[in-house]
């Protein structure tokens, strides 16, 4: 069965400071890999996609993914953060004509410090 | 483009009553999705339309929901006999084609609460 692990539920991270948050994923098929991210009252936001090609991604807000077969993740990354980022992100897996809808993980708060 | 519209934003209601939530997706996109996201956990798929025509359906849709698309433009989902379980996020998105070439674009989600 398809699935997706986001191990890491909660992340607080210094105002500033690297990130990093992990994704698995389980996927029968070639997978196309997702991370969206939440705001309280807002709607799911696509921040970035893969989909073939050049494994690292770029994405809005300055924040970048690294597809890695090997390893089955897909983890996000962002060089500095601002507080502004305090959100939930999720990671999401599809495949085109695969049941035709994406299957997320749980999900991880970050929060943001100053 | 005014994004996905959902209606409404919360609904409190008691168990055994029904409920309808409507959705209105961008203009030009063919496909629409119901997602239903709880407490701690990601959006998990329910339904999903291609222009009129309900194309899959997940287990996770007892016979207590309903979701119509009829003219291919907004739909609505209705929960019948309401139980405390159903108290969820319910979110609707739509695409213009196949989400994992494309991008899917959600609403603000319609909060449900049973008492």
């Known amino acids: 069965a398809q699935s997706v692990t986001q191990p890491d539920i909660h992340i607080t991270v210094s105002e500033g400071a690297s990130l990093e948050l992990r994704c698995n994923y389980s996927?029968?098929?070639?997978?196309?890999l997702f991370w969206y991210v939440q705001s309280p009252g807002q709607g799911l936001q696509l921040l970035l996609k893969y989909f073939s090609g050049d494994t690292l991604v770029q994405g809005i807000k300055g924040f970048e993914a690294e597809f890695k077969r090997s390893q089955s993740s897909f983890n996000l990354r962002k060089p500095s953060v601002h507080w502004s980022d305090a959100a939930e992100y999720f990671c999401?897996?599809?495949?085109?004509?695969?049941?035709?809808?994406?299957?997320f993980g749980a999900g991880t708060i970050l929060r943001v410090k100053s | 483009d005014t994004g996905v519209s959902q209606n409404p934003r919360h609904k409190i209601t008691k168990r055994g009553q029904n409920v309808t939530f409507r959705c209105d997706p961008i203009s030009e996109h063919n496909r629409l999705y119901w997602y239903r996201q709880t407490l701690g956990q990601g959006p998990e798929f329910l339904t999903y339309?291609?222009?009129?025509?309900?194309?899959?359906k997940s287990r996770l849709l007892s016979d207590r929901f309903s979701a119509e698309r009829p003219k291919g433009s907004f739909s609505t989902l209705e929960i019948q006999r309401t139980e405390q379980g159903d108290s969820a996020m319910y979110l609707c998105?739509?695409?213009?084609?196949?989400?994992?070439?494309?991008?899917?674009?959600f609403g603000e989600g319609s909060r449900l609460t049973v008492l």
């Open positions: 339309f291609q222009n009129e025509a309900q194309l899959e």
């Open positions: 999401a897996v599809g495949a085109r004509g695969y049941g035709n809808k994406l299957v």
């Open positions: 998105a739509s695409s213009l084609g196949d989400p994992a070439a494309g991008e899917l674009f």
């Open positions: 996927y029968g098929a070639t997978p196309y």
